[in-house]
């Protein structure tokens, strides 16, 4: 329990809820101690985890990103965990002749069945942490495509250094996402803010839209606001401010 809460940088309560929630939709057993035997490999589970976190929020900014998508539109989406809020809206919501390009495994088994999305996958070395296709042949991919509008989420952002990614290879494929869009949504919660990981993606100045929750504190919204930046902050899915 202990080593969860550390990699994951929550507390032992969070854990022990979200391992209550894995074992009612029956990705685990949980055993005496909070020790667990799962039914999946442990890569599937660090992803169902870190989707969980913060989770209304992620699905009120994906509820609010998905207005900005126009019929006929390509679109970018990255393997974030809000990123793919979007995929699954819009999968229950369609909207005619969009394409959407990804790297993301779970966006392209999300979208597969929907007949009025096109989904372009680019291909590449999976990365089993985040599920996602990385490398060169991915990142060639991403280069051959006009894309109208990129939604990216990140690790962390400040005004500083960034959006920042955890680790290299994730950053320099969301880089490329960057660059071969018109328009950059990033996607970005509130515990995202003030957080410097480990390689830049990108300056925060690149990005058109900003899109958080309401549990961002308005100062902090407003110096984004004063660089330029259109920030919108929602709050269940309603709004904004």
Same mark, same amino acid.
């Given at each position: 329990?202990?080593?969860?809460?550390?990699?994951?940088?929550?507390?032992?309560?969070?854990?022990?809820?979200?391992?209550? $929630?894995?074992?009612?939709?029956?990705?685990?057993?949980?055993?005496?101690?909070?020790?667990?035997?799962?039914? $999946? @490999?442990?890569?599937?589970?660090?992803?169902? +985890?870190?989707?969980?976190?913060?989770?209304? %929020?992620?699905?009120?900014?994906?509820?609010?990103?998905?207005?900005?998508?126009?019929?006929?539109? !390509?679109?970018?989406?990255?393997?974030?965990?809000?990123?793919?809020?979007?995929?699954?809206?819009?999968?229950?919501?369609?909207?005619?002749?969009?394409?959407?390009?990804?790297?993301?495994?779970?966006? +392209?088994?999300?979208?597969?069945? /929907?007949?009025? +999305?096109? =989904?372009?996958?680019?291909?590449? =070395?999976? %990365?089993?942490?985040?599920?996602?296709?990385?490398? /060169? $042949?991915?990142?060639?991919? $991403?280069?051959?495509?006009? +894309?109208?509008?990129?939604? =990216?989420?990140?690790?962390?952002?400040?005004?500083?250094?960034?959006?920042?990614?955890?680790? @290299?290879?994730?950053?320099?494929?969301?880089? %490329?996402? !960057?660059?071969?869009?018109?328009? *950059?949504?990033?996607?970005?919660?509130?515990?995202?803010?003030?957080?410097?990981?480990?390689?830049?993606?990108?300056?925060?100045?690149? *990005?058109?839209?900003?899109?958080?929750?309401?549990?961002?504190?308005?100062? %902090?919204?407003?110096?984004?606001?004063?660089?330029?930046?259109? !920030?919108?902050?929602?709050? /269940?899915?309603?709004?904004?401010?």
């Amino acid at each position: 329990m202990s080593r969860l809460a550390g990699t994951f940088q929550v507390t032992e309560e969070t854990i022990r809820r979200d391992l209550e $929630l894995l074992e009612k939709d029956g990705y685990l057993t949980r055993t005496h101690g909070g020790a667990v035997k799962s039914s $999946l @490999d442990q890569q599937e589970i660090a992803f169902y +985890i870190r989707n969980m976190r913060n989770r209304e %929020e992620k699905e009120a900014i994906g509820r609010k990103s998905l207005e900005y998508i126009q019929p006929g539109e !390509v679109i970018a989406l990255d393997a974030s965990t809000t990123a793919l809020q979007i995929a699954r809206l819009l999968k229950e919501n369609p909207i005619k002749d969009v394409v959407v390009i990804t790297h993301a495994l779970k966006v +392209i088994m999300t979208l597969a069945e /929907s007949p009025t +999305i096109t =989904v372009i996958s680019t291909g590449g =070395v999976l %990365e089993q942490r985040t599920m996602s296709f990385v490398g /060169s $042949l991915a990142e060639n991919a $991403l280069s051959n495509y006009n +894309i109208k509008k990129a939604f =990216v989420s990140c690790k962390g952002v400040t005004l500083e250094e960034g959006i920042t990614e955890s680790t @290299d290879v994730q950053a320099k494929i969301k880089e %490329e996402i !960057v660059k071969g869009a018109k328009e *950059v949504f990033l996607l970005a919660d509130h515990d995202k803010f003030g957080q410097a990981a480990l390689a830049t993606v990108a300056p925060v100045t690149v *990005v058109q839209k900003l899109i958080t929750d309401d549990k961002t504190p308005l100062p %902090e919204i407003e110096r984004y606001r004063s660089e330029g930046i259109d !920030v919108v902050a929602v709050d /269940s899915g309603e709004g904004g401010r």
